[in-house]
């Protein structure tokens, strides 16, 4: 089975600008998580969707960051405007259902924001 | 406030030795658990999970002992190999409606030949 698909890989940016960061989760999973890791941390969940819908977004900076999951598969993250802490590698997961199931993480997007 | 915590940053260990990484939590609702291994320039890969009415998961090299009363959980690699040399997170987190896990900082392994 294809993995989860994260675009693109790496992305430079200057602060204040925007940024969108895209996830194609494995097919058939309902539950699509983004996460962040700055360096020498571990992921830190920003939102999670159950299909469509947003099940918990309370660590998502929202005067900032924005994602949506248009037709419960696909997802998009955006970051506007772009702050120097922003710096991070941002991961997507999914997993096949709500409760006990594992989460498979893509590769992740690398940010530097200058 | 650390919930889930890896307190060894690093862990350096010969190879065909046992390589033993551990991991404290503190919130009493947790009780699914994961580990995961993670290469450079590459996402977290799912190793193996336990769930709280277990206190041992076994999946080939790879053990995960869960000791509740302890809050405390270990992964345990027999035996070890250079190819394991890797950042393993733990994470875990309270099953039942959405699965949200909460990770540790991690701990980097290095497997010497």
């Known amino acids: 089975e294809a993995g989860v698909a994260q675009s693109p890989r790496y992305k430079i940016i200057e602060k204040r600008q925007s940024v969108a960061f895209w996830c194609n989760p494995i097919?058939?999973?309902?539950?699509l998580y983004w996460y962040q890791q700055i360096l020498g941390q571990g992921p830190k969940l920003l939102i999670q969707f159950q299909n469509n819908g947003v099940v918990d977004d309370s660590q998502l900076p929202k005067d900032r960051f924005s994602a949506e999951r248009l037709k419960g598969v696909d997802s998009t993250l955006k970051i506007q405007p772009a702050k120097l802490e922003d710096s991070a590698v941002y991961l997507c997961?999914?997993?096949?259902?709500?409760?006990?199931?594992?989460?498979?993480f893509g590769n992740g997007t690398r940010l530097t924001v200058t | 406030d650390q919930q889930v915590k890896q307190n060894s940053p690093s862990l350096s260990v010969q190879e065909g030795r046992i390589s033993i990484l551990n991991c404290d939590y503190t919130n009493s609702m947790f009780d699914y658990f994961l580990w995961y291994k993670k290469y450079p320039a590459e996402g977290p890969t799912f190793l193996i999970s336990?769930?709280?009415?277990?206190d041992k998961n076994e999946d080939g090299r790879f053990t995960v002992f869960l000791n509740k009363s302890a809050k405390h959980l270990s992964l345990h690699i027999v035996p070890s190999q250079p190819g394991d040399s890797a950042v393993y997170f733990c994470?875990?987190?309270?099953?039942?409606?959405?699965?949200?896990?909460?990770f540790g900082r991690g701990t980097s392994l290095i497997v010497h030949p």
């Open positions: 994470a875990a987190g309270p099953s039942g409606g959405s699965y949200i896990p909460t």
């Open positions: 336990i769930s709280s009415i277990k």
């Open positions: 097919s058939g999973h309902a539950t």
């Open positions: 997961a999914s997993s096949k259902r709500a409760g006990n199931s594992p989460l498979h």
